[in-house]
């Protein structure tokens, strides 16, 4: 039997050191791998000074994410992801990990998610007037700071409920607006964001003796306990909201505001998603009830999940040697893993650069390989926000597109910008119209 690190077994890949990093360079050059190498790449990081392998292929990716899952840990780039969010959910390893997801699991149940439709639906109404201004003078709007806002206000408001307009009030605006205004993620941003946990702590600290009790994100937390009936400390609880509130609104902002742009591009799926939004939506609001019946509408969302997965490139190490798909994983490997190309692998999609929503009719039983489509990750470490995403994304979109028609302006130039999340690279300016 061969060893398992005989290195004849290793993927194929260029011999010159390769620096990968989270920009547009480090696409181009990962586009370019993939089109000479195939979907499972070895390379030399210069940046990590080491054996790493890019990794598209869906087998590979479920072995990697599922089927030995326990012998990959969190690789290269979280350090700079904890930098911003402490040791929430997203950057922990091993069995704080675990005791973490455990406890957070609850606020993230469908009954708790449902709940929290009302006030996602009051925030999406909260926008009409301002939309139907706009209309009225012609006056262009910008979706993507628009919907940044918007997802930040819905994931403040689901972890804080009444605490939110209690921030607002003592300090004039939204305290944490910067998040929407600066879209870099460097260290002096990370810096202002880390100290807005104080803010966390005053809350925490008034429910406890006030003896608060609130059925947000925030009030499960707080009540839940881990096995041994140790509730989490100050510290873990701000972390999570930290967590939370960058991933909860980044990934749904950015989404929405590129499927606004895709239906501009596509008028034709543009009117079969407002007839259905047309159909559920009544007196400028929808039961949540009727959200499973916007099949047209998540079709659409998960088609643009596919070609603009929020996380584009994440990374697993390997602790012990492995083996996948016929190739050798040293101990200590590096695995770069990007759903944006695996998303657009033509051998798993028909037209992989088309926003072709038909690609997830029957909610996705059709597609020809079942982790072809990961813009949450998959197994143990997929993203507890999923459902909520969906669910705010689908109440916006119908009462929104019931009554408006976006277009956008013409002559922008419109260009992917993959940092840490992939985003428009400038604001999408577009022209509202009522129905």
Known sequence: MPDIMDRTTLAPGPDEPITLDINIATQQTIEKLLQQYGDI????????????????????LKHILISNHSNYIKGPGFERVK???????????????????????????????????????????????????????????????????FALEVILRALLSEDYDLLVAEHGRNPYDFLT??????????????????????????????NLERGDLLGVMMAARDKAGTAMSDKELIDEVMTMIIAGHETTGGTLNWLWYEFSQNPEIEALAYDEASSLVKDDSIHSEDLHDLRYIKQCINETLRLYPPVWLFSRQAIAADKCQGYSIPAGTNIYLSPYFTHRDPNLWLEPNKFHPDHFVDDGARLMHKYAFIPFSVGSRRCIGEY???????????????????????????????????????SIMMQISLR
Request: a positive charge; proline letters at 3%.
């Open 41 to 60: 790449i070895k390379i030399n990081n210069q940046k990590n000074q080491g054996l790493s392998y890019i990794v598209t292929n869906p087998d590979a």
């Open 181 to 210: 205004d600066d879209a870099t993620r460097d260290l002096a941003l990370a810096m202002r964001f880390r100290q807005t946990g104080k803010l966390i702590q005053k809350i925490i600290d008034t429910r406890r003796e006030e």
């Open 388 to 426: 909520f995403s969906y669910v705010e994304m689908q109440t916006h979109l119908a009462i929104m597109l019931k009554l408006f028609k976006l277009e956008t302006i013409p002559d922008q130039k419109i260009e992917i910008d993959p940092g840490i999340n992939l985003r428009t690279k400038n």
């Open 83 to 149: 930098m911003l969010l402490g040791n929430g959910i997203i950057v922990s390893d091993g069995d704080f990990w675990r005791r973490q997801r455990t406890m957070i699991q609850p606020a993230f149940s469908r009954h708790n998610i449902l709940q929290l439709c009302e006030m996602m639906k009051v925030a999406t109404q909260n926008l009409i007037p301002h939309w139907k201004q706009k209309a009225a003078t012609g006056e262009a709007i910008d979706i993507t700071t628009e919907m940044s806002e």
